[in-house]
């Protein structure tokens, strides 16, 4: 059975851009991870996201010329209450 959280999260957003940039951010709310300090799950999620290697997302989306950079994290964006985790991706001009 799924859990329902007590806040809504959107399921849908339209985005209106002010800029030309080049970049997707993508913003996943979660538990918060503060009490988790001493096995820090974000980070394993960050590394395996953030890897630059062969096999990795990143070189996936470079091949495919998506993308030119990926950056994964949760820095400085958690509370007690919940926590975001953040996918950022500088995209190519095609």
């Given at each position: 059975?799924?859990?329902?959280?007590?806040?809504?999260?959107?399921?849908?957003?339209q985005?209106?851009?002010?800029?030309?940039?080049?970049?997707?951010?993508?913003?996943?709310?979660?538990?918060?991870?503060?009490?988790?300090?001493?096995?820090?799950?974000?980070?394993?999620?960050?590394?395996?996201?953030?890897?630059?290697?062969?096999?990795?997302?990143?070189?996936?989306?470079?091949?495919?010329?998506?993308?030119?950079?990926?950056?994964?994290?949760?820095?400085?964006?958690?509370?007690?209450?919940?926590?975001?985790?953040?996918?950022?991706?500088?995209?190519?001009?095609?």
């Open positions: 059975r799924p859990v329902t959280p007590s806040w809504n999260v959107p399921q849908r957003l985005v209106v851009p002010v800029a030309q940039v080049h970049a997707l951010e993508l913003q996943f709310p979660m538990r918060e991870i503060l009490s988790l300090y001493k096995s820090k799950p974000t980070r394993y999620l960050s590394h395996l996201l953030g890897h630059e290697g062969v096999g990795s997302l990143l070189s996936l989306l470079k091949s495919k010329q998506y993308a030119t950079e990926l950056y994964a994290d949760d820095s400085s964006k958690s509370c007690v209450p919940f926590s975001i985790f953040t996918v950022r991706m500088e995209l190519t001009d095609s």
